[in-house]
């Protein structure tokens, strides 16, 4: 059974720099979504797609990220000159309707973002 | 404004004892969902139950139970017998259903301490 994998795990950076987050969804969902996790906070929306459609963006995602899914399978988290404001973890999930057009995310294991 | 409050930061309980983990949200929508998740110290959160606003019955799996009270906006979680496993940081979330495009809005976790 193959969960939601993200690359890398962990990536530390300099200020200014640009950063790229890889996010692989479970087979055969259709939707999937990004969330930003600060310390000692639950995690906030940032996007999502449903296929490779982007439906909606958080006011958090400012024009420095860019998110994308080509081919609707996976998702690219793109931010550029970054900011020690922008050290968190990044979470992915993705889900399914189910018959009852209902859906449960199920998170991958994040990429922890330190911005120096 | 703060659609989930976990009022309680840290629970500090020692194994075998019950603990009831709070959670209160609020909403307009008359259909929407609430879900518990649990983040264990290596970061990935784990999905552990899915309620829908129009179904108020109660949930028991294993040490796990769960009180939905529509009339207090309540959405309580019991873990009975406790184990040193099932120290985490357990969250709360609520998806409003396609208005929100199914984000989840997590409260900021209650972190949970059980020692032998």
């Known amino acids: 059974d193959t969960g939601v994998s993200q690359d890398p795990r962990h990536k530390i950076t300099k200020r200014g720099q640009n950063v790229t987050f890889r996010c692989d969804p479970i087979?055969?969902?259709?939707?999937l979504y990004w969330y930003r996790q600060t310390l000692g906070q639950g995690p906030e929306f940032l996007t999502y797609?449903?296929?490779?459609?982007?439906?909606?963006k958080s006011r958090l995602l400012s024009d420095r990220f860019s998110a994308e899914r080509p081919k609707g399978s996976f998702s690219t988290l793109e931010i550029q000159r970054t900011e020690q404001g922008d050290s968190a973890m990044y979470l992915c999930?993705?889900?399914?309707?189910?018959?009852?057009?209902?859906?449960?995310?199920?998170f991958g294991p994040g990429t922890r973002l330190l911005v120096l | 404004a703060q659609k989930v409050t976990q009022a309680q930061t840290e629970i500090s309980v020692v194994e075998k004892e019950d603990v009831t983990l709070d959670c209160v949200y609020e909403?307009?929508?008359?259909?929407?969902?609430l879900f518990w998740y649990k983040q264990p110290p290596s970061g990935e959160l784990v999905f552990l139950i899915r309620?829908?606003?129009?179904?108020?019955q109660n949930e028991i799996s294993g040490r796990y139970s769960w009180n939905f009270q529509k009339s207090t906006s309540s959405f309580n979680f019991t873990i009975t017998a406790s184990q040193v496993v099932d120290s985490a940081v357990y969250f709360c979330?609520?998806?409003?259903?396609?208005?929100?495009?199914?984000?989840?809005?997590f409260g900021k976790g209650t972190s949970l301490l059980v020692t032998p």
């Open positions: 999930a993705s889900s399914l309707f189910d018959s009852q057009y209902q859906e449960t995310q199920y």
């Open positions: 087979s055969e969902h259709n939707r």
């Open positions: 797609f449903q296929n490779e459609a982007q439906l909606e």
């Open positions: 909403t307009r929508d008359t259909t929407y969902y």
């Open positions: 309620r829908n606003s129009f179904d108020e």
């Open positions: 979330a609520l998806s409003e259903g396609e208005d929100s495009g199914y984000a989840l809005n």
